[in-house]
């Protein structure tokens, strides 16, 4: 059995995914986690004394991201004040279990725990919404509403910061899908390891260099607890094909994962090239680079009956949805654009969700 390459004298008992070298669990462990703290430090992701809500879903990532800022906050007395945030999608059979998981790490980290779910923020839970639009566009109506539901939550729990478990690999898929899209203004932002999350909190990645493999095997050396189920609706097929490409390219060079993530890094969009402008939502208020944002448009088209609504070009989108206003407005259903706060514009069918009327401890917790 070799020896550890930190040449603690120790065998070792893994090679890194990451770097190749040959490490005893010890040895590993100090790493991995000297790598975060360092990330961290280095991109000046906290201030003391501020509350940090941890994006959890009860998988590797967010688990070993809860463990490891707990860890680290009091190792290197950062003073923050940790918790966890859950979006329940309402999909039975993935979710509802996986919520058990994160039920347990609120328990094992001694972390409060706030859940918010679809059917609270939207009206609409994940399976209701396969029932109406199929399995083909699902990940769509689910990305959007979770990215909207997590920045939500943070802004209900007012906390200084939303940390999220995205990965290496999560983030070199995400440039390499950018980059086979054309889609320019999603490439000069997925690099960012601080994001606006749109309410003025920053979205922040402290495993942003972590790589997939050696999460799964912090995970498992530090008998971590976490669901390794997936989805029970098709995954994202876009994604899915970066995905593939990435893993055959990592099986020849690790180092292409950090090299995409650089390259991301590095790239600079022509100042010629034509960039959507972020604006506020007419309804909801929400960061958008259209007048309507996506989240109000997948709404409306799911409360209208129409659920393609949002999937078509945004051209087409807003023909339709100034036509729905206006017959809304005709009617005295709607106030339209009055009603800053609906996310839907609503009929009595619509069942309107107020955000801003939401209280937090009628919310499932
Ligand atoms: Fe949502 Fe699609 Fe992910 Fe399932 S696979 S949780 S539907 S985004």
């Not at 994202?236 to 690790?254: F, M, Q, S, W």
């Not at 969009?269 to 109000?296: D, F, H, W």
Request: net charge positive; glycine share 6%; hydrophobic share 35%.
């Amino acid at each position: 059995m070799p020896s550890c390459s930190a040449k603690c004298g120790r065998n070792a008992i893994l090679k890194r995914p990451k770097t190749s070298d040959v490490l005893c669990k010890e040895c590993f462990f100090e790493a991995f986690e000297n790598e975060v703290h360092f990330t961290i430090t280095r991109a000046k992701l906290f201030t003391p004394n501020t509350t940090v809500a941890i994006a959890a879903s009860g998988g590797k990532d967010s688990t070993v991201l809860a463990y490891v800022l707990k860890l680290l906050n009091e190792k290197y007395d950062y003073r923050l004040k940790l918790l966890l945030l859950s979006i329940d999608e309402g999909i039975t059979g993935y979710r509802d279990d996986s919520l058990d998981t994160v039920k347990q790490n609120r328990d094992d980290y001694e972390m409060s725990l706030k859940i918010l779910s679809y059917k609270d923020l939207y009206g609409w839970t994940m399976d209701e919404i396969v029932a109406e639009i199929g399995r083909k566009n699902n990940c769509t109506f689910c990305g959007v509403f979770r990215r909207q539901a997590l920045d939500r939550g943070a802004n209900l729990l007012k906390v200084d910061y939303l940390a999220t478990g995205h990965n290496a690999d999560d983030i070199a898929e995400t440039v390499l899908m950018n980059i086979l899209r054309g889609d320019l203004a999603r490439l000069s932002r997925c690099t960012s390891i601080i994001t606006d999350s749109g309410d003025g909190i920053p979205r922040v990645k402290p495993l942003k260099y972590c790589y997939e493999k050696e999460i799964v095997m912090y995970a498992y050396f530090r008998k971590l607890v976490y669901f390794s189920t997936e989805c029970v609706f098709a995954p994202n097929a876009y994604r899915g094909h970066a995905r593939v490409l990435l893993k055959d390219l990592e099986k020849i060079d690790p180092t292409v994962i950090m090299n995409i993530i650089h390259s991301g890094e590095t790239m600079k969009v022509s100042e010629t090239s034509k960039m959507p402008k972020l604006t506020n939502c007419t309804r909801c208020g929400y960061v958008s680079s259209q007048e309507i944002c996506k989240a109000c448009v997948l709404l409306e088209g799911l409360n209208k009956g129409l659920p393609r609504l949002g999937i078509g070009k945004s051209s087409k989108v807003k023909r339709l949805l100034k036509e729905n206003e206006e017959k809304n407005k005709s009617s005295g259903i709607c106030r339209g654009e009055e009603d800053k706060t609906c996310l839907c514009s609503g009929t009595d069918s619509m069942k309107p969700v107020k955000i801003n009327e939401l209280v937090l401890k009628e919310l499932r917790i």
